[in-house]
């Protein structure tokens, strides 16, 4: 038993080693983003033209193809991140469209984007903001528009932590001098957190 949970206690330690570093100065950093996070993001706007098919079905009718309009705009918009349901709002007369506008975004981590059409000219009009390095980083900390895969990735690296705990609680028990004193260590953190918590939380 010690030995397997000395080889997990070492094998998970220096698996997450750069991870708990990233996950620790990152706590840091979200904990402060006025000293970290740029208050002026980086704006920029384009504006591209999507092809008419995009609005219209086969007979010339209203229609708005959805997935490829993200399609299009994914490719040559270079647009990254996740798209959002498109907003729709069409007035059409006599089969005709008089007014059409479609609003949607894109977020990934430190990163935002707006999209608005105009269904009459099919001008979209994109703006692309950019917090900087920092702000993706406290993103990828919280999963944050980062992706089913990346929160799959936290939720193992918290499990692995989890274990990394009780593989260093399991080396300690033989050793009753050493657990004696670092079950008193606990009880002084939790104590300190505690008071930390009643005290000076409003």
């Not at 007035?91 to 059409?100: A, F, K, N, P, Y």
């Amino acid at each position: 038993m010690q030995l397997w949970a000395r080889r997990l206690h070492i094998y998970i330690s220096m698996a997450l080693l750069l991870v708990v570093l990233f996950f620790s100065i990152t706590g840091i950093t979200l904990n402060r983003p006025s000293l970290f996070v740029s208050s002026q993001p980086d704006i920029q706007e384009t504006i591209i033209t999507l092809p008419q098919g995009l609005f219209s079905d086969a007979n010339g009718g209203v229609a708005v193809d959805k997935a490829g309009i993200i399609h299009y705009l994914t490719e040559h918009a270079k647009l990254s991140g996740q798209p959002s349901a498109l907003d729709v709002f069409t007035e059409v007369e006599d089969g005709e469209l008089i007014e059409g506008e479609i609003a949607m975004d894109y977020k990934g981590p430190g990163y935002n984007v707006a999209v608005f059409i105009d269904m009459t000219t099919t001008e979209a009009v994109i703006e692309k903001t950019h917090y900087g390095v920092i702000a993706v980083l406290n993103d990828l900390h919280k999963g944050r528009n980062s992706g089913d895969v990346w929160k799959l990735f936290i939720d193992v690296t918290a499990l692995l932590m989890v274990f990394f705990v009780l593989t260093g609680v399991c080396l300690l028990v033989p050793k009753k001098k050493t657990f004696a004193t670092s079950l008193k260590w606990t009880l002084f953190g939790s104590l300190v957190t505690l008071a930390i918590f009643v005290v000076a939380v409003p």
